[in-house]
């Protein structure tokens, strides 16, 4: 079932993407990891660590790099973005909400009975969401796809996708990868939201990933490393992406879970558990 955006309601427009500086784009994501932690205390319910930590990249994604149009979420030319991490939920509704696609004021109705903002994405009821997530592990295969039918269409979107490490404990994250050389798509990012962290802990300690980029280059990917909260270093990236050819491109990006309020970075207790109303305002304090 398509989804369609539909008028909003919104009492200021959305973010004029076209010239956002690098201190804007600071400030947007500083607004968008607000609305995360007020939606989240709103539900009582949610996943703040992972959806702090990935801020920065969902940030620079959809406020310099995607192709999309919020009046048409179906637009054949779009760029995709597939949140394969779909308990992060949170900080893709708030920088949907802030791009036009439905009014920020609906973004506190995360979780709740009718509410369109489910706890994990599901694009039948959400504007803009491409791919609805639950179980981990199952987003680089479905972005494969969406590659894949791009050069059999002949269209020129690109494909990117958003993973946790935690998630690349799965091995159907490297069968995917293992596709998605084969089939050259040099038209497919995958960003790994390296913040070590996963639900009963340090990912080192759950399943030892390292080395993580040489498995990557292993399989055929062209691999990037940055600071996962470095602007400058977030676009560069982006920018080599888009000009590599023949091969897939990873984006391994070092972040900290929880980043901007500091009692819950590199916390795990708060990979799922919402803050109280007094964490949810000191929080919200920190934030400036």
């Known amino acids: 079932m398509p989804n369609h955006a539909e008028p909003s309601s919104r009492l200021t427009p959305p973010i004029n993407k076209s010239n956002l500086s690098v201190t804007e784009l600071k400030e947007v994501a ?11 205390a709103a539900a009582g319910s949610g996943h703040p660590g992972g959806s702090l930590s990935a801020a920065d990249i969902i940030t620079a994604l959809y406020f310099r790099v995607l192709r999309y149009d919020p009046h048409n979420a179906q637009w054949p030319d779009r760029d995709r973005f597939i949140l394969s991490k779909g308990h992060a939920a949170p900080i893709l ?25 489910q706890g994990h994405t599901d694009r039948n009821l959400t504007p803009g969401v491409e791919m609805s997530a639950g179980a981990l592990g199952q987003g ?7 590659a894949l039918a791009a050069k059999l269409d002949r269209r020129d ?14 091995g159907q994250t490297w069968e ?49 490393e940055i600071d996962g909260h470095d602007f400058d270093g977030i676009l560069a990236a982006l920018q080599e992406c888009q000009n590599m050819k023949a091969k897939p491109t990873v984006v391994i990006a070092h972040t900290t879970k929880g980043k901007g309020v500091s009692f819950m970075e590199n916390n795990v207790s708060f990979h799922g558990k919402a803050p109280t109303p007094e964490e949810a305002e000191k929080a919200l304090k920190e934030l400036g």
């Not at 500083?30 to 989240?40: A, D, E, G, P, T």
């Not at 920088?95 to 709740?112: D, I, N």
């Not at 680089?140 to 969406?146: D, I």
């Open 140 to 146: 680089l295969s479905f972005s494969v796809g969406v």
């Open 30 to 40: 500083r607004n968008l990891r607000r609305h995360v932690v007020k939606m989240i």
């Open 93 to 117: 509704y708030a920088a949907l909400a802030e791009s036009g696609y439905f009014p920020v004021e609906e973004l506190l109705t995360l979780r709740k009975l009718d509410s369109r903002l």
């Open 157 to 170: 979107y690109r494909v990117y996708v958003l993973l946790s490490d935690g998630e690349c404990d799965e």
């Open 176 to 224: 995917a990868a293992l596709s998605a050389a084969h089939f050259k798509l040099d038209n497919l990012v995958a960003i790994v939201d390296c913040n070590r962290l996963q639900l009963s802990g340090w990912t080192r300690d759950i399943m030892n990933l390292e080395p993580f980029a040489q498995k990557w280059q292993a399989f055929g990917w062209h691999t990037i």
